[in-house]
């Protein structure tokens, strides 16, 4: 079975603090992406990559940037927290399969609480 | 842009009963569609990912179906158990060519009374 790992569950953060995010994957998967989700605005994609040290904006990068450095492992930066950051963020991966798609394998999420 | 709706917002039905939960979508050039399962406090779970070229896909009491000439997907759930009770969400990726990124509708919550 694949696993998406994220590594924290609940976090709370003050206002201004750089937070990172942390997922890794065990399936050798190419795709990971970084969603979060909020009540009444569903899912919302924030970075995808593709590849190491590739990246491509979502539809809400403003305030966060990513990182990947390893095939396995897909970090999320959040550069200064605001609290309009308060949210579930979800991590998942897939293989890339040129627009086939492979199915999204989703981590537990991390609920980040900016005070 | 591809938009995806799924109605009811929410929908609650006694044990046992079958059930259908519908997703649909404005841009029929898509080649799969992805049905998860989501469970409170928790990631989303992928379901079934019916391919356009096969229009249906079961997994035990789970079936799901898509329509792409009427932009629509109906899941299936027979013999409903409480344990059923989730949000469901469906996905399908965007309509430029060779799109890795998907689209999700907001869910229908599904809850199944013992």
């Known amino acids: 079975d694949v696993k998406v790992t994220q590594s924290s569950r609940y976090l709370v953060k003050r206002t201004g603090e750089k937070v990172f995010l942390e997922c890794v994957q065990d399936m050798d998967h190419e795709n990971m992406f970084w969603y979060r989700q909020d009540p009444g605005l569903g899912l919302r994609l924030i970075y995808f990559?593709?590849?190491?040290?590739?990246?491509e904006k979502g539809d809400i990068p403003e305030g966060y940037s990513v990182s990947r450095e390893k095939k396995e492992r897909f970090s999320l930066i959040l550069e200064s927290a605001s609290t309009n950051q308060t949210s579930m963020y979800l991590c998942?991966?897939?293989?890339?399969?040129?627009?086939?798609?492979?199915?999204?394998?989703f981590g537990n999420g991390t609920r980040l609480t900016v005070t | 842009k591809q938009e995806v709706t799924q109605i009811p917002a929410a929908l609650s039905v006694p044990e046992g009963e079958n059930l259908v939960l519908n997703c649909s979508f404005t841009d029929s050039a898509i080649y799969n569609l992805q049905w998860f399962r989501q469970d409170p406090g928790k990631g989303l779970t992928s379901l079934l990912l019916i391919q356009s070229s096969q229009r249906e896909q079961t997994s035990g009491r789970l079936n799901a179906s898509l329509d792409k000439s009427s932009g629509r997907s109906t899941l299936y759930i027979a013999a409903s158990q409480p344990g059923d009770s989730a949000t469901y969400l469906c996905?399908?990726?965007?309509?430029?060519?060779?799109?890795?990124?998907?689209?999700f509708g907001k869910g229908t919550k599904l809850t199944v009374n013992p």
């Open positions: 996905a399908v990726p965007l309509p430029q060519g060779g799109s890795e990124k998907l689209v």
């Open positions: 990559s593709y590849d190491v040290k590739m990246k």
């Open positions: 998942a991966s897939s293989l890339r399969t040129g627009g086939y798609n492979s199915p999204l394998h």
